[in-house]
């Protein structure tokens, strides 16, 4: 089973920026797609940005033009680079992967934009 680990998440300014990591442990095999979801308290969970083996990307209207995802391969990691942060991107962010074996999903990482 493939283990996910998130990172970067923390206490930021309107209009900062944050980049956010996925880390996958052992190697990923057999990749399809890995999505970043938010969820904030009282509110419904959200895709943020998705990425597909073929570096095809998609993201929420809500990010489009500040987020980029994009994967180092080599490092079985995603990225989620953040800026122009907004207090409504606060949330706890989570990575999922979909492989052609089985999906799996990390605990997440709070991000706390304040205004």
């Known amino acids: 089973q493939v283990l996910l680990e998130e990172s970067g998440g923390g206490l930021v300014q309107a209009g900062g920026s944050l980049r956010l990591s996925c880390a996958a442990s052992p190697r990923i095999m057999g990749f399809i797609a890995m999505t970043w979801y938010r969820q904030a308290p009282g509110r419904e969970r959200e895709l943020v940005a998705t990425i597909t083996s073929g570096d095809r990307t998609n993201y929420a209207d809500s990010v489009k033009g500040r987020f980029t995802i994009s994967r180092d391969n080599a490092k079985d990691t995603v990225y989620l680079q953040m800026d122009s942060l907004k207090p409504e991107d606060t949330g706890n962010y989570y990575c999922?992967?979909?492989?052609?074996?089985?999906?799996?999903r990390g605990q997440g990482t709070q991000v706390t934009v304040s205004s």
């Open positions: 999922n992967l979909r492989t052609i074996y089985r999906e799996s």
